[in-house]
């Protein structure tokens, strides 16, 4: 199952610098975009989502693009700081008739940042 | 903070044995779910959870696997005959549910507990 994919394992960016993972996706039907974060001994933390009829979404110092034609979104991190060090998973959504959204990760990037 | 828990954190069993997974969400969330990852690997979906029922699981989750509600906090994961292939990182996630703005960059949050690893041996 390769419907999320980060091709890159690992990522070291300068502290204040701007910090780019990507995520690519082979699903168009997939309803949102997700980012989340994930620090050793614990579980995946929420950072922000893009619904799939959007291609902006700014949080502070994160912003998620998402181009369809492409099917690749990225997570900008800027200015990057230290306690951003963490891996960060990719995930996408699809919505059940439920209403119960089922999330299909990526493998992660890792972050470092370096003071 | 409201928060996810789960316990115990680490769970050694042999295989051929059952084990329960024991998760307590967030107290006023309607939808629970079970991922797992399998070290070095994805984390996968198994099952979502929503009024007293499963309303989605996946390949992975097989006559081996249920869940249960059993009161109104907790939420459990039983594998009723493990296998050496079961060992892995299993977590419990909820959200609030019952809404979800198509269109908006509001999905229906997923609260991740921080794990429970299980090793089979």
């Known amino acids: 199952d390769q419907q999320v994919k980060q091709n890159s394992p690992s990522l070291s960016v300068q502290e204040g610098r701007i910090s780019i993972l990507n995520c690519d996706y082979t699903?168009?039907?997939?309803?949102?975009f997700l980012w989340y974060k994930k620090y050793p001994a614990e579980g995946p933390t929420f950072l922000i989502s893009?619904?799939?009829?959007?291609d902006k979404n700014e949080d502070g110092r994160f912003t998620v693009f998402l181009n369809k034609s492409a099917k690749h979104l990225s997570l900008h991190i800027v200015p990057s700081q230290p306690g951003d060090s963490a891996v960060y998973f990719c995930?996408?959504?699809?919505?059940?008739?439920?209403?119960?959204?089922?999330?299909?990760f990526g493998t992660g990037t890792r972050l470092t940042i370096i003071p | 903070e409201p928060e996810v828990t789960q316990t115990p954190s680490h769970q050694v069993t042999q295989m051929g044995q059952e084990v329960i997974l024991r998760c307590v969400p967030i107290?006023?969330?309607?939808?629970f779910y079970w991922y797992r990852q399998i070290l070095g690997q994805k984390v996968e979906f198994l099952v979502s959870?929503?009024?007293?029922?499963?309303?989605?699981k996946s390949e992975i989750f097989d006559d081996q696997f249920s869940v249960e509600r059993p009161d109104g906090s907790n939420f459990t994961l039983k594998i009723r005959s493990t296998k050496l292939e079961d060992s892995a990182m299993y977590f419990c996630?909820?959200?609030?549910?019952?809404?979800?703005?198509?269109?908006?960059?509001?999905?229906?949050?997923?609260?991740f507990g921080p794990g429970t690893r299980l090793t089979v041996l």
């Open positions: 996630a909820s959200s609030e549910g019952g809404w979800f703005k198509i269109g908006t960059d509001s999905t229906d949050t997923q609260y």
């Open positions: 699903n168009s039907m997939f309803d949102y």
């Open positions: 893009i619904s799939s009829i959007k």
């Open positions: 995930a996408a959504s699809l919505i059940s008739n439920f209403g119960n959204e089922k999330l299909t």
């Open positions: 107290s006023n969330h309607l939808y």
């Open positions: 959870f929503y009024n007293n029922e499963i309303s989605e």
